[in-house]
């Protein structure tokens, strides 16, 4: 079974819009998550992490984590065309060294 | 930043044939990962490994695979023997602790 899950498959935005990613776990043992961003080609960068309940924010970048739900979600303000990417959610369990990552939401930012 | 390397970046075989990926992982880094990724979409994993032994193996990790990192140098991952299904792009990818990971460029697998 799946242990992460994304939504939506494919978002397209235009350029200054908002996109807004969302990603759950059905592990109730997962407690800590990651946001990676890949371009097409490319390999995966790490985008944010967040462990604890709330907002956290970087730049355009703004995530947050309710640990009750176990879903995190990756909202990009003023969205620009150089955001269209891949971008993964990956959930680890305490204890266990591996990174469960779900399917992607594929985001298209169009000038 | 921290920087895995991966090599070769493409390796096209025949089906059947063994195929050696390499991957010079971040140096004080502890735990070592391979990922396997079709068509740009989801990134899926195979294997850890740590202090010399496979942790964690998941079902796609099949009896055709192996890894090692003999002596410290590089994390290898062998098939053998390949099958057409195995064509994809492998992911390597290093950690410090339960932290982030670094994934290298990748190396694209071509079975013929």
């Known amino acids: 079974q799946q242990k992460v899950q994304q939504s939506p498959e494919s978002l397209i935005v235009p350029e200054g819009g908002m996109a807004s990613l969302n990603c759950t776990s059905s592990?109730?043992?997962?407690?800590y998550f990651w946001w990676y961003r890949q371009h097409s080609g490319k390999s995966p960068k790490m985008l944010m992490?967040?462990?604890?309940?709330g907002e956290k924010e970087e730049g355009r970048f703004t995530v947050h984590l309710n640990k009750a739900s176990l879903h995190t979600s990756l909202h990009i303000r003023d969205s620009q065309p150089s955001d269209s990417a891949l971008y993964l959610c990956a959930a680890s369990i305490p204890g266990y060294q591996n990174f469960y990552f779900g399917k992607g939401t594929s985001l298209t930012v169009i000038p | 930043g921290p920087k895995v390397l991966q090599i070769p970046s493409h390796q096209i075989i025949d089906m059947g044939q063994m195929v050696t990926l390499n991957c010079d992982p971040v140096?004080?880094?502890?735990?070592f990962y391979w990922y396997k990724q079709i068509l740009g979409q989801q990134m899926e994993f195979l294997v850890n490994f740590y202090n010399g032994k496979v942790m964690e193996k998941s079902k796609l990790f099949k009896d055709q695979f192996s890894v090692e990192r003999p002596d410290g140098s590089y994390f290898t991952l062998k098939i053998q023997p390949t099958a057409l299904e195995d064509s994809a792009v492998y992911f390597c990818?290093?950690?410090?602790?339960?932290?982030?990971?670094?994934f290298g460029a990748g190396t694209r697998l071509s079975v013929l």
């Open positions: 990818a290093s950690s410090l602790s339960q932290n982030t990971l670094y």
């Open positions: 592990d109730r043992n997962v407690d």
């Open positions: 992490s967040i462990f604890s309940n």
């Open positions: 140096s004080n880094h502890l735990y």
